[in-house]
């Protein structure tokens, strides 16, 4: 048993990096597109749906990076709460709030595989001059948003069985007490 929690341990550990690096290669996608903008301006060209195909790049490093960061303790939370209240009060207190954040979490990524569902079915495009489907990008957002849900669920069951979170803690940024 703890053989197969070990792998699907490394399983997950392994989604939450992979998703944030597919952000990292959006950001550097987002790079690529305002260099290649540039360049077509100064030659005197056009390269239409550039800054649409930045803000769906931006949109998707966002999503992709979220349970990335949220593993790494990038996300705002209230520490100086959580480290002034006694132990048995702060566990609630993570406990109610994995709880709700694991519930809105999968709450948003159902309606939001729907919102790509029915953009698929219904052939929408953007109304920009690039005309890309909009399922395309709205199911990088279900993607990304199922992942953050997946380690949120990951956390959560983590505080109710072990009493504690995964989340790594960087002493530098909490000394600036959130």
Not at 84 to 99: D, M, N, Q
Request: charged share 15%; with cysteine; net charge positive.
């Amino acid at each position: 048993m703890t053989s197969a929690l070990r792998g699907l341990r490394r399983i997950l550990d392994f989604l939450y990096l992979a998703a944030g690096v597919m952000a990292a290669v959006c950001l550097i996608t987002i790079l690529l597109l305002i260099v290649a903008q540039m360049v077509a301006r100064w030659t005197g060209e056009i390269f239409p749906g550039a800054a649409n195909y930045a803000g769906y790049a931006m949109a998707a490093a966002s999503f992709f990076a979220f349970a990335n960061a949220l593993n790494r303790g990038a996300h705002i939370r209230v520490s100086l709460l959580l480290n002034s209240v006694p132990k048995t009060f702060r566990r609630f207190l993570e406990i109610w709030c994995f709880g709700i954040a694991t519930a809105v979490m999968w709450y948003f990524t159902y309606y939001a595989y729907w919102f790509a569902y029915w953009s698929w079915k219904f052939n929408e495009v953007s109304q920009a001059q690039d005309a890309t489907p909009m399922w395309i990008p709205q199911s990088v957002m279900v993607i990304g948003g199922g992942i953050l849900a997946i380690s949120l669920t990951d956390h959560l069951i983590h505080v109710l069985f072990r009493g504690d979170h995964r989340i790594e803690r960087d002493l530098v940024d909490q000394s600036f007490a959130e």
